[in-house]
Nanobody
């Protein structure tokens, strides 16, 4: 079993920054990828960023240059540094970890005020 615990969401003004964290525990011997998704009210969940087991990173065009995904040395915690936040970044952010199947965090609310 795998547990994911997210933290770091909150309310911030446009142009501000937040850092999200997602700590994985349990049966996590071989994580294939760790990533972030978000879901705004009335919209479908969308992919934001991913870091693979080799350390490669990829970003959605909407966040490229503003968000940075990273992980700790133990490769069990993934971070999302979000800078230059915009009101359209407001959403519930979910981390997703892929091992032999996918696991999702509980979600953390990010609200960006204009």
């Amino acid at each position: 079993q795998v547990q994911l615990v997210e933290s770091g969401g909150g309310l911030v003004q446009a142009g501000g920054s937040l850092r999200l964290s997602c700590a994985a525990s349990g049966s996590i011997l071989s994580i294939k990828s760790m990533g972030w998704y978000r879901q705004a009210p009335g919209k479908q969940r969308e992919w934001v960023a991913v870091i693979t087991s080799s350390g490669s990173t990829m970003y959605a065009d909407s966040v490229k240059g503003r968000f940075t995904i990273a992980r700790d040395n133990a490769k069990t915690t993934v971070y999302l540094q979000m800078n230059s936040l915009k009101p359209e970044d407001t959403a519930v952010y979910y981390c997703r970890v892929v091992i032999f199947q996918e696991y999702w965090g509980q979600g953390t609310q990010v609200t960006v005020s204009s």
